[in-house]
């Protein structure tokens, strides 16, 4: 294909504005799947995809289009939509030329339109506005227009009004990319050099890469190097999507496709690196910025055997999405696992969800947390923790850091007020409003980031009728008076229920935990002590009574003495346990007390 032919672009918008229908509409318009083939959320591959009606992985697709007798290839790569996914989305823009920025006509902008068209700008890609759904009884064409031309400066003209559902103005919005959008640039005649922008992992190929080559070519049987890991394979087949994977036998300078290398290795083939000729290799093309993980949780497999095939479903999940970060950990109450990083609640969800269906393992978690810097006064330099278990003793910290984050939410105007007081009740700071018109505001604040982790997403929803959203980034680390809350269970403390807590709030939290645990451990044949404390001091209990059983059940008759005496020895035999029996706690109690 001429390289002046090639258009390369992504969709990018808030979850749920549409992407995915339009990106159905495209295949079916260009012809690139056939009718009887077609299925609703064709690029959504996944099962969790097509549930729960979200994209969480970047997948990029091949048209042909013909305009005035001339035949293009577009690249489409379909990106996700919630704030957990930010970094898929970055790797399609760097992959690209332009991007499609769709809107919703009933919803408006929303925090991730302006959050992606902040990271498309970065990229320096060709916007191309489109306001969907205009087929809906409710939706406001109008007032979206007059929104995004406030937001972001486009004119009447550029804006496209169009149905994703219908189809209706599809075939503008696709001579819109082939017009505005810039044809690839870059050297055929120089030595290969292709970008991953993501991968995955096939038993019986190996690793396959997804890449954009940015110059030369690549065809099939040549021998390949990936720069940065310096690791040698061959190229055993080259191809394109179709959506499906197919193959052309080379990809030219401007092209997106796949390579299939063979590697069992999966770190060998990290997203971000560069592949190029083995014989002439090229400099390494910037990667991607390295992502930092948001929430912490660790991960456990229920029974102990499984915890090779735990580490080997990481790995592959890992190759799959380049944003998961794990490290090996043990806790003695629940055995051998991965500590591991996560962009936020979401991405948690579908990492347990796909390893426990993809891997078919069962799993337990902790408590979703936060990093936290501790600086002591033995040594200068500061050092991260992940767990509260971490922590040195209380009276070498000289600072506790907590990590803050900006956070934006749209909202209508009429929810304002408790918008405010669910932010400023979890110690979030008021900073400013912009106004988006049509009664809607965008409101600034900065908050702790372990008060947004565990339930914030769902009670914002719930306040505003489901019509906020919300993006955050990362702002900085700030000291606070933040304690460890341990919990102590019949006086043994259980390192994996201890947390983190700001002081004004740790009473509150101890008592939740403790009354939630009552309700969770099965009695025993003894009292069980529940207590809440910070350092030496208990600031809450509650206790499990003993089991009761009927020892005198099989007396008939006789002085009352035989029953004190037969009381009596039970007693002791309590006593006794109560000295030395264990409570075994089950992993339900650790799944309960993630959830708030």
Same mark, same amino acid.
């Given at each position: 294909?001429?390289?002046?032919?090639?258009?390369?672009?992504?969709?990018?918008?808030?979850?749920?504005?549409?992407?995915?229908?339009?990106?159905?509409?495209?295949?079916?318009?260009?012809? &690139?799947?056939?009718?009887?083939?077609?299925?609703?959320?064709?690029?959504?591959?996944?099962?969790?995809?097509?549930?729960?009606?979200? *994209?969480? @992985? /970047?997948?990029?697709?091949?048209?042909?289009?013909?305009?005035?007798?001339?035949?293009?290839?577009?690249?489409?790569?379909?990106?996700?939509?919630?704030? $957990?996914?930010?970094? #898929?989305?970055?790797?399609?823009?760097?992959?690209?030329?332009?991007?499609? /920025?769709?809107?919703?006509?009933?919803?408006?902008?929303?925090?991730?339109?302006?959050?992606?068209?902040?990271?498309?700008?970065?990229?320096?890609?060709?916007?191309?506005?489109?306001?969907?759904?205009?087929?809906?009884?409710?939706?406001?064409? #109008?007032?979206?227009?007059?929104?995004?031309?406030?937001?972001?400066?486009?004119?009447?003209?550029?804006?496209?009004?169009?149905?994703?559902? *219908?189809?209706?103005?599809?075939?503008?919005?696709?001579?819109?990319?082939?017009?505005?959008?810039?044809?690839?640039?870059?050297?055929?005649?120089?030595?290969?050099?292709?970008?991953?922008? $993501?991968?995955?992992?096939?038993?019986?190929?190996?690793?396959?890469?997804?890449?954009?080559?940015?110059?030369?070519?690549?065809?099939?049987?040549?021998?390949?190097?990936?720069?940065? &890991?310096?690791?040698?394979?061959?190229?055993?087949?080259?191809?394109?999507?179709?959506?499906?994977?197919?193959?052309?036998?080379?990809?030219?300078?401007?092209?997106?496709?796949?390579?299939?290398?063979?590697?069992?290795?999966?770190? @060998?083939?990290?997203?971000?690196?560069?592949?190029?000729?083995?014989?002439?290799?090229?400099?390494?093309?910037?990667?991607?910025?390295?992502?930092?993980?948001?929430?912490?949780?660790?991960?456990?497999?229920?029974?102990?055997?499984?915890?090779?095939?735990?580490?080997?479903?990481?790995?592959?999940?890992?190759?799959?999405?380049?944003?998961?970060?794990?490290?090996?950990?043990?806790?003695?109450?629940?055995?051998?696992?991965?500590?591991?990083?996560?962009?936020?609640?979401?991405?948690?969800?579908?990492?347990?969800?796909?390893?426990?269906?993809?891997?078919?393992?069962?799993?337990?978690? &902790?408590?979703?947390?936060?990093?936290?810097?501790?600086?002591?006064?033995? $040594?200068?330099?500061?050092?991260?923790?992940?767990?509260?278990?971490?922590?040195?003793?209380?009276?070498?910290?000289?600072?506790?850091?907590?990590?803050?984050?900006?956070?934006?939410?749209?909202?209508?105007?009429?929810?304002?007020?408790?918008?405010?007081?669910?932010?400023?009740?979890?110690?979030?700071?008021?900073?400013?409003?912009?106004?988006?018109? &049509?009664?809607?505001?965008? /409101?600034?604040?900065?908050?702790?980031?372990?008060?947004?982790?565990?339930?914030?997403?769902?009670?914002?929803?719930?306040?505003?009728?489901?019509?906020?959203?919300?993006?955050?980034?990362? /702002?900085?680390?700030?000291?606070?008076?933040?304690?460890?809350?341990?919990?102590?269970?019949?006086?043994?403390?259980? $390192?994996?229920?201890?947390?983190?807590?700001?002081?004004?709030?740790?009473?509150? #939290?101890?008592?939740?935990?403790?009354?939630?645990?009552? *309700?969770?451990?099965?009695?025993?044949?003894?009292?069980?002590?529940?207590?809440?404390?910070?350092?030496?001091?208990?600031?809450?209990?509650?206790?499990?009574?003993?089991?009761?059983?009927?020892?005198?059940?099989?007396?008939?008759?006789?002085?009352?003495?035989?029953?004190?005496?037969?009381?009596?020895?039970?007693?002791?035999?309590?006593?006794?346990?109560?000295?030395?029996?264990?409570?075994?706690?089950?992993?339900?109690?650790?799944?309960?007390?993630?959830?708030?």
């Amino acid at each position: 294909m001429n390289q002046s032919n090639i258009r390369n672009f992504c969709i990018i918008a808030h979850i749920d504005h549409g992407k995915s229908t339009l990106a159905d509409r495209f295949l079916e318009v260009t012809g &690139t799947v056939e009718k009887r083939k077609m299925k609703e959320q064709l690029l959504d591959s996944m099962d969790l995809e097509r549930e729960r009606g979200i *994209t969480i @992985k /970047l997948q990029p697709v091949r048209m042909s289009y013909q305009l005035q007798a001339t035949t293009y290839e577009l690249n489409l790569i379909d990106t996700p939509g919630h704030v $957990d996914f930010a970094y #898929e989305v970055s790797r399609s823009l760097a992959a690209c030329e332009g991007a499609i /920025l769709v809107v919703d006509a009933t919803q408006g902008i929303q925090a991730q339109t302006l959050a992606n068209v902040k990271l498309a700008m970065e990229h320096d890609l060709v916007l191309i506005p489109v306001i969907n759904k205009i087929d809906l009884p409710n939706s406001m064409p #109008e007032d979206v227009a007059i929104q995004v031309k406030d937001a972001f400066g486009f004119t009447d003209e550029e804006i496209i009004f169009a149905s994703g559902k *219908t189809g209706e103005n599809v075939d503008k919005i696709i001579e819109a990319v082939i017009k505005k959008v810039p044809a690839p640039k870059g050297d055929s005649s120089a030595p290969l050099q292709a970008l991953i922008f $993501d991968s995955k992992y096939d038993k019986h190929q190996g690793v396959i890469a997804y890449i954009r080559v940015m110059n030369g070519a690549v065809t099939t049987n040549e021998a390949i190097k990936f720069i940065n &890991t310096n690791t040698a394979a061959s190229a055993i087949e080259v191809g394109y999507f179709a959506p499906e994977l197919k193959k052309s036998g080379k990809l030219e300078t401007g092209e997106v496709g796949y390579v299939v290398t063979g590697l069992r290795e999966v770190a @060998k083939a990290r997203v971000g690196d560069t592949i190029s000729t083995a014989h002439t290799p090229s400099s390494a093309l910037p990667g991607y910025k390295e992502i930092k993980p948001m929430v912490f949780a660790s991960i456990f497999p229920e029974s102990g055997d499984d915890y090779p095939a735990l580490r080997d479903a990481m790995d592959k999940l890992r190759l799959n999405d380049a944003s998961l970060t794990f490290d090996p950990e043990s806790i003695p109450s629940l055995g051998f696992g991965f500590r591991t990083g996560f962009l936020g609640l979401l991405h948690m969800d579908i990492v347990r969800e796909r390893l426990s269906r993809e891997f078919n393992l069962d799993l337990v978690l &902790t408590a979703p947390s936060v990093a936290y810097v501790v600086q002591t006064t033995r $040594d200068a330099k500061d050092t991260t923790i992940y767990n509260p278990s971490q922590l040195p003793d209380p009276s070498i910290i000289s600072a506790l850091l907590e990590p803050w984050i900006t956070l934006d939410i749209i909202v209508p105007e009429k929810y304002l007020g408790s918008v405010m007081s669910l932010v400023t009740g979890r110690r979030g700071i008021y900073k400013n409003t912009s106004y988006l018109g &049509t009664g809607r505001l965008n /409101l600034h604040f900065e908050i702790p980031l372990a008060n947004i982790v565990s339930d914030f997403y769902d009670k914002l929803k719930s306040i505003s009728s489901g019509y906020a959203s919300m993006n955050y980034d990362f /702002l900085e680390y700030r000291e606070g008076d933040l304690v460890k809350l341990d919990i102590l269970v019949a006086d043994d403390r259980v $390192d994996a229920m201890a947390m983190i807590v700001h002081r004004s709030i740790a009473e509150a #939290e101890g008592r939740r935990i403790v009354e939630k645990l009552k *309700t969770l451990i099965p009695k025993q044949q003894f009292p069980v002590a529940l207590q809440g404390a910070i350092g030496g001091k208990i600031i809450a209990r509650e206790t499990i009574p003993a089991m009761r059983k009927d020892v005198t059940a099989g007396l008939y008759g006789g002085d009352v003495t035989r029953k004190q005496k037969v009381l009596k020895k039970q007693k002791k035999g309590k006593a006794r346990l109560k000295a030395f029996g264990k409570v075994d706690i089950p992993q339900e109690a650790f799944i309960s007390l993630m959830k708030r």
